[in-house]
Nanobody
Framework: VQLQASGGGLVQAGGSLRLSCTAS????????MGWFRQAPGKEREFVGL????????YYADSVKGRFTISKDNAKNTVYLQMDSLKPEDTAVYYC???????????????WGQGTQVTVSS
């Protein structure tokens, strides 16, 4: 499975961006697709996840109410809609595929290449 993330860019605080993550190959119904981010000098942190078969979603407290994960089965694509962006959301954002509910990056076996999101104040 290869994951291709896109959609990053520069946006002012309060603005919105939508990231996409397209998977090549089959996505098993038991799979989870996670979003993570990593700011300079910081560890990679969990943003949210969605289970492919049930649409169950979880979010980090820091983004809850502002970020929304969705998916398009036909396109094998997961989206991260980011609204009310803050400067502290600035990071490289990664999508990843895993098989268990987890907020730990180590529990995800497949990773996209990352896309930069910069929020200016």
């Amino acid at each position: 499975v290869q994951l291709q993330a896109s959609g990053g860019g520069l946006v002012q605080a309060g603005g919105s961006l939508r990231l996409s993550c397209t998977a090549s190959g089959r996505i098993f119904s038991s799979s989870l697709m996670g979003w993570f981010r990593q700011a300079p000098g910081k560890e990679r942190e969990f943003v949210g996840l969605i289970r492919w078969s049930t649409n169950i979603r979880y979010y980090a407290d820091s983004v809850k109410g502002r970020f929304t994960i969705s998916k398009d089965n036909a396109k094998n694509t997961v989206y991260l809609q980011m609204d009310s962006l803050k400067p502290e959301d600035t990071a490289v954002y990664y999508c990843a595929r895993g098989s268990q509910y987890s907020r730990r990056p180590d529990d995800y076996a497949y990773w996209g290449q990352g896309t930069q999101v910069t929020v200016s104040s």
